[in-house]
Structure formats: structure tokens, C-alpha cells
């Protein structure tokens, strides 16, 4: 039998709710090419239980590991792939059943190196949100800068279709140290190593489900005791994914100062709700959020709202922490 074409990775940790509609939706797929690997981090409810329901599934493989944390995860499986393609699914989501066979179709000449679909953000209260932009072939470096624009395909792992031979050529593998931003730290890698084209395909085939206390993202109004360590976690994720950048490269140093910027205004509306008294933090990230005030003005794709947050928090800091207070 010819091996699979795709690969699917499935990292899950308790995550027994959520997986049987998550695995269903990827054996629902047009595209039928591939084999599944769902490696289990050390889950304690009835997860592994669920997963034991697939054992029959020749194209399913479910392996287990001590809790390490998703990238391990992930990256543990990575060592398994010997397919042309591979692509992650998160185990809290499920996708369209098209999502396989629009991303394969995205490589349709020999200089694409990666091929992404939409993203369907749901979240919990029922809102659905999804991004505004163009499907079009990018170059290297167009490419990160518009994977990570406000309105971007963003820098997911899980609309994304690699090349299997990009990533074990250069040994690109996700970063244990990062809990943050660290798909997007593993995606600029791959593009910039890859040195070639990248598809962008704007249906939105991937549902993103965004859960009250999940931690996809950062949000103000669900701050906890660690939320230092989430931001100081996101900021060394940027700074990591700015050293992986050729100099030359000045679109995607500017995205990487646009994030910088509008990370250190998120930490700092976050000390003043957390009544932080680091003045020296304060002082670091509205010298960050100052320097690169400029860029994110002049910026065409930044929400006018995002901008006004921005520069109140510069030079009227409490008219914003009066309204994320009314918020949380």
C-alpha cells in the first residue's frame, strides 16, 4: 500500500469533551489521503478512554507521553511524520470537511512552500469572527508580514499544510521554552528556511473554539496570578521570532515591532487591573509601546479603536483602566 500523502497531527490533554468531535470531523474529510497521529500529554480524565474507541482505525495512531506540554507534544510526533505534508489539528477544535482538500490544493505549482485556509474564531457566547483578507500567493517575506497583520490568516499552526522535508532538512521544531505565540515562532521559521512562495486561501475552514478561560490568547477580562509570566512568556516569543529574521527582511522586522507594541499596551492595561506596583516593568513597556508608536499609526490595518486604546494608554493610562474595569 502507497504511503499517505498528509500527515495530521492531534495533540489532546484532557480533553474528553471536546476529541470525539475533533477526530470525527477529520475522518469526515474529502480528502482522504492521509493518516492521523493523536499523541495523548498525560491526561487524567477520560480522554485516553475516548481515544480507545479509534483503535480500529488503520489510518489513526494514538501514542502517550508524561504530561510535557503541547509542544513536546507535537514535536514528538513530528519525529514520526515521513509524509510529504503534514498539518495540526487542536483537539478542542474541529474543521470543515474541505479544510484537507483546500490546503492540499493550495500547493499547485512547485515554488509554494505552504498552503493556508480561514480561521473561524467561535467563542463561547455564540460570536463568530472571522478575518478580512485577500487569498493570493505571497512571497517570503510578504508572507510573514501578512500572516500576522490585524486581519491576517495569523501565524496558527492549524490552517497551515508544511512540507515535511522543509522541517526535518532544517530540524525546525516547536520550542518547549514558549507557551506563547509559539505556533507562530515555529510557522516564521518554516517560511523564512523555506525561502519560497506562500498560498493564502481565505475560506474559513478551521474552527477555532475560544473557551472561557482558554488559553488560546491573552484576555484582559480573564487575568489570573500568572499573567506576568504569560506576557513576559508572549514578549520573549517575539523577541525570538525577530532574531530568526534576515536583516533584510524590513516588512517583517515592522510586523514583529507592531506586535511588540501592541503587546506591552496589553501588559500594561493588565498591571494597572492587577494593581501592579513594578514601576520598572510600567516604565519598559511604554518605552517599547512609545517606540514603536509611529509604525502602529501609520499602520493602514489596525482598527481605529485598537489606536485610540494605544495612545490613552501612553499619555491617559486611567481613562482605560476605568473602561477595562467596567469590562471585567
Known amino acids: ?6 500527515s495530521i497531527i492531534v495533540p489532546t490533554y ?3 469533551d471536546t476529541i470525539k468531535t475533533c477526530i470525527d470531523s477529520i475522518l469526515s ?9 493523536i499523541i495523548d500529554d498525560g491526561s487524567s480524565d477520560g480522554t485516553l478512554e475516548v481515544l480507545n474507541g479509534y483503535q480500529l482505525y488503520t489510518r489513526i495512531n494514538i501514542m502517550s507521553q508524561d504530561n510535557s506540554g503541547v509542544s513536546v507534544a507535537r514535536n514528538n510526533a513530528l519525529s514520526k511524520v515521513t509524509t510529504k505534508y503534514v498539518t495540526f489539528v487542536d483537539s478542542d477544535d474541529y474543521v470543515d470537511s474541505k ?15 505552504l498552503s493556508t485556509v480561514g480561521v473561524k474564531e ?4 455564540g460570536r463568530v469572527k472571522l478575518r478580512d483578507y485577500f487569498s493570493n500567493v505571497y512571497s517570503n517575506e510578504e508572507a510573514i508580514s501578512t500572516l500576522i497583520s490585524e486581519n491576517g490568516p495569523q501565524g496558527y499552526l492549524v490552517n497551515k499544510l508544511f512540507l515535511t522535508s522543509i522541517i526535518k532538512k532544517n530540524k ?3 520550542d518547549k521554552d514558549l507557551f506563547m505565540a509559539e505556533d507562530l515562532n515555529f510557522v516564521i521559521r518554516y517560511i523564512v528556511k523555506a525561502k519560497n512562495k506562500v498560498a493564502v486561501n481565505n475560506s474559513p475552514l478551521y474552527n477555532y473554539i475560544i473557551r472561557n478561560g482558554s488559553a488560546n490568547g491573552i484576555r484582559l477580562t480573564a487575568l489570573q496570578s500568572n499573567y506576568e509570566e ?5 514578549m520573549l516569543s517575539i523577541s525570538k521570532i525577530r532574531a530568526s529574521l534576515p536583516n533584510s527582511y524590513i516588512l517583517a522586522q515592522d510586523s514583529c515591532d507592531l506586535m511588540e507594541g501592541q503587546m506591552a499596551i496589553n501588559y500594561m492595561r493588565a498591571m494597572q487591573l492587577m494593581k501592579s506596583s513594578d514601576r520598572k516593568k510600567w516604565s519598559r513597556m511604554r518605552s517599547l509601546a512609545k517606540k514603536n508608536r509611529a509604525l502602529y499609526f501609520r ?4 482598527s481605529v479603536k485598537k489606536k485610540l486604546i494605544y495612545l490613552l494608554m501612553l499619555f491617559s493610562p486611567i481613562v482605560v483602566k476605568f473602561l477595562d474595569q467596567r469590562r471585567s
Open 299 to 302: 499602520t493602514a490595518d489596525i
Open 172 to 174: 525546525i521544531k516547536l
Open 230 to 234: 504569560t506576557f513576559d512568556n508572549f
Open 14 to 16: 484532557n480533553s474528553e
Open 122 to 125: 467561535i467563542y463561547s457566547d
Open 99 to 113: 479544510w484537507l482538500e483546500v490546503l492540499v490544493a493550495g500547493f499547485s505549482n512547485s515554488d509554494i512552500v
Open 1 to 6: 500500500m502507497n504511503e499517505p500523502l498528509v
Open 29 to 37: 474529510q474529502t480528502f482522504t489521503d492521509f493518516v492521523v497521529f
